[in-house]
Nanobody
Framework: QVQLVESGGGLVQPGGSLRLSCAAS????????MGWYRQAPGKQRELVAV???????NYADSVKGRFTISRDNAKNTVYLQMNSLKPEDTAVYYC???????????????WGQGTQVTVSS
């Protein structure tokens, strides 16, 4: 089985920074993409940033220049460095991985449980 575990959320003042981590574990053969999504109360889940293995990362326009996604393939871990945080960044942040489990020939999507980020003074 595969698990994605996020950490690093919390309460921060506007203009502050947080770093989220998401570690994938289990019978993983390979990981294609790892990314971050968020869902604010009353809103749909939206893409924040995605790391494309071997390609350039994609960012939502609302976070470009403030957030940076990075990945440690040896640890099956993806990070999201969030700077200059704004109240509108408040949401539950979810990690998603598109990966291949050992013994199968296809890729599947897996989600973490989410971590709360609250930006408030």
């Amino acid at each position: 089985q595969v698990q994605l575990v996020e950490s690093g959320g919390g309460l921060v003042q506007p203009g502050g920074s947080l770093r989220l981590s998401c570690a994938a574990s289990g019978t993983i053969f390979s990981i294609y993409t790892m990314g971050w999504y968020r869902q604010a109360p009353g809103k749909q889940r939206e893409l924040v940033a995605v790391d494309m293995s071997g390609g350039s990362p994609n960012y939502a326009d609302s976070v470009k220049g403030r957030f940076t996604i990075s990945r440690d393939n040896a640890k099956n871990t993806v990070y999201l460095q969030m700077n200059s945080l704004k109240p509108e960044d408040t949401a539950v942040y979810y990690c998603k991985a598109n990966l291949r489990v050992r013994g199968v020939t296809y890729y599947s999507q897996y989600w973490g449980q989410g971590t709360q980020v609250t930006v408030s003074s």
